[in-house]
């Protein structure tokens, strides 16, 4: 214990961090205290900006600071591909392998029992009213569906579940290529690999 209850609390919010355990957050929590004056005002005030001018995209539910995120307003983009990730960071990944132009939609997580999140903890009715939206509107009809989740058990369920309230929606269903190593998180996947999983996406 550092019986010093300002530090302790520090360390016990850093800790909650995904990555970061006790050890790393303690070392920190003295980063920050020996960082110059200014830098703790500096980085309270970055968190207390992100928090309120980032916000999800009502469309895709990525973050932005706009109406809606660039991927969204980007009028280049095809509506009939729609590539469905976990989280928003996973959009930069794809992206920068220069394979994708279609829309992204945003789940924010995956289906995982053991940690207590369902199917109404995820984004999952806001992807059904968009596909049944664009059956509504054949300009904007969504034709495909490109699962780009973890290749492990959580992205595996969440997969079934969602192909199983899609099929009849008459919209082809895909699944990033297993170039993508399983058990491993998309994160650290590098660029010509998710360039040829995205080309070399099956049918489910």
Avoid: W
């Avoid at 399983?182 to 099956?202: L, P």
């Amino acid at each position: 214990m550092l019986n010093i209850p300002a530090l302790e609390k520090l360390v016990f919010e850093l800790g909650k961090l995904p990555g970061i355990g006790p050890k790393t957050a303690q070392r920190l929590a003295y980063h920050i205290l020996r960082a110059r004056n200014d830098y703790s005002e500096n980085l309270s005030e970055a968190l207390l900006r992100v928090k309120a001018e980032v916000h999800t995209c009502p469309r895709c539910y990525n973050f932005t600071d706009r109406e809606l995120c660039h991927y969204c307003r980007d009028v280049h983009r095809s509506d009939e591909i729609l590539c469905l990730v976990e989280e928003p960071s996973d959009i930069s990944r794809i992206e920068a392998s220069g394979g994708f132009r279609g829309r992204y939609h945003v789940l924010h997580g995956v289906i995982s029992p053991l940690d207590g999140i369902g199917p109404q903890d995820l984004k999952i009715q806001e992807l059904m009213d968009r596909v049944e939206r664009g059956l509504q509107n054949e300009a904007s009809r969504i034709r495909e569906i490109i699962f780009a989740l973890d290749a492990d058990l959580e992205g595996d369920t969440t997969i079934l579940y969602i192909s199983k309230l899609l099929q009849d929606k008459n919209v082809k269903l895909t699944r990033i290529a297993r170039g993508v190593p399983i058990g491993s998180d998309i994160d650290f996947v590098d660029d010509r690999t998710m360039e040829r999983a995205i080309a070399n996406r099956v049918q489910l």
